[in-house]
């Protein structure tokens, strides 16, 4: 992974060489408490060691228990579905790869009719084994399995804790599982058995993407212009701390495009805390040039976009045409252009005093994507440590699961009692 802070110097907000050089000192200060964080295993800080303390072989060993399946559905939600989808929309696989994340009834229902259940690893994904979302989803998966004729207990593999619902089903019909490790937030689990079970089901290398992570890791070092993980970390601070307190995330190419959901989950809801933080967008480029990038040069000068791109790709060549306009274009590629895109969008951005950086990886495979996954959990990890926020917690998620637990009927909570509080303007 490579930063490029170029376009963050002399922008609106922005940053100067200076401002840096201060900002080093503190930055040095932070990778000794996370280095130490990681040595003694302390929550939260243990992600960052995931790259040598997961264990690829447990997977393979779990995930061999099925055939190779024609596709794999992932129940889970937020951090225990979005790195598994990440790996999986990045990369080709003739095992298709599906999620359910959500409990849109509309949703369910088709997803399911279009799976063929009788070849599909259900992979059920909770920390807690508690999820509400991901338990109910994975109630209605059963019974629509069981309708089918389908006996899903040979076709589900549970990833959870050592206790909890989930965990005590899982004994009970005796399902293939995997631990979730301890001491990792789920939004931090990518590099573990939450994000590398549905690679290794789909014929991915895990080691490889592991073997990146730990690229990522050696690249850690005491001075932001040593390591590029803090150099993004400390420089999306910086710009937060002068105003931009919005990061567009605009990756150049299709199969990133769910990278930067994952980004947004990791980002809002590590740092966003004591009425800090940066509120994450998600774009893509080329073709969030044609809508969000009007905003973003000549909106209110309160955003950072971030441009993600790899630097090799296969190709498509574009047709020669003596249409008259497009002839520029023949002899030309597809990959071409969206070179030209990014690089034209990047100076867009900077010659309107918007503040952008470049982040790049060599290629979208296993071993650039764990780098790229882990660079951004550590550039996140030194963020928090510069903002004094509690990187690792979520209490604002916590409320709102307690509240809809307590509106189902799962217990008594307070936080429930506050929806009849709701004020009302209605306009019919």
């Known amino acids: 992974m490579r930063v490029d802070l170029g376009n963050a110097l002399a922008t609106t907000p922005g940053l100067t060489t200076a401002t840096l050089d201060r900002l080093d000192d503190r930055v040095a200060a932070a990778h000794e408490r996370i280095a130490a964080g990681m040595a003694d295993d302390e929550f939260g800080y243990a992600a960052l060691t995931l790259p040598e303390t997961a264990d690829p072989d447990a997977i393979y060993a779990a995930v061999e228990g099925f055939d190779r399946p024609e596709a794999v559905l992932t129940v889970g939600i937020g951090g225990s579905a979005l790195g598994a989808a990440t790996l999986s929309n990045a990369l080709d696989s003739d095992v298709d790869a599906y999620v359910l994340d959500n409990v849109d009834p509309d949703e369910t229902r088709r997803r399911l009719a279009d799976l063929p259940l009788d070849d599909t690893v259900v992979n059920v994904v909770s920390k807690s084994g508690t999820t509400a979302e991901t338990l109910a989803n994975f109630l209605v998966v059963r019974e629509a399995m069981a309708d089918a004729g389908v006996d899903w207990t040979e076709r589900t593999l549970v990833t959870t804790g050592e206790s909890g619902n989930l965990r005590r089903l899982a004994d009970r019909h005796d399902l293939l599982s995997l631990p979730v490790p301890d001491g990792v937030p789920g939004r931090f689990s990518a590099l573990s058995t939450v994000g590398l079970a549905v690679a290794a089901l789909q014929g991915h290398d895990v080691e490889a993407v592991l073997a990146g992570g730990r690229d990522g890791m050696d690249a850690l070092a005491g001075s932001l212009y040593d390591s590029p993980a803090y150099a993004y970390g400390a420089a999306t601070y910086a710009l937060a701390e002068r105003g931009a307190l919005t990061n567009a995330v605009m990756p150049y190419a299709e199969s990133l495009e769910t990278f930067a959901e994952w980004f947004a989950q990791l980002w809002a809801e590590s740092l966003g805390k004591d009425g800090l933080g940066q509120t994450p967008a998600r774009a893509l480029g080329a073709t969030d040039q044609h809508s969000q990038l009007q905003l973003y040069r000549?909106?209110?000068?309160?955003?950072?976009?971030?441009?993600?791109?790899?630097?090799?790709?296969?190709?498509?060549?574009?047709?020669?045409?003596?249409?008259?306009?497009?002839?520029?274009?023949?002899?030309?590629?597809?990959g071409g252009l969206l070179d030209a895109e990014f690089e034209a969008t990047e100076a867009s951005l900077a010659a309107a005093g918007v503040p952008n950086v470049r982040v790049e990886i060599d290629r979208v495979d296993e071993r650039a994507l764990g780098e790229l996954l882990f660079g951004m959990e550590a550039a996140c990890v030194l963020y928090g440590e510069l903002a004094s926020v509690s990187t690792f917690t979520q209490p604002a998620v916590e409320w709102g699961k307690k509240a809809a637990r307590g509106l189902l009927g799962g217990g008594d909570f307070e936080e429930a009692e506050a929806v009849a509080e709701k004020r009302e303007l209605r306009i019919d």
């Open 298 to 334: 000549a909106g209110p000068p309160d955003k950072l976009v971030t441009l993600v791109r790899p630097t090799e790709r296969a190709d498509a060549p574009i047709p020669e045409t003596d249409l008259d306009g497009l002839a520029y274009l023949g002899g030309s590629s597809l």
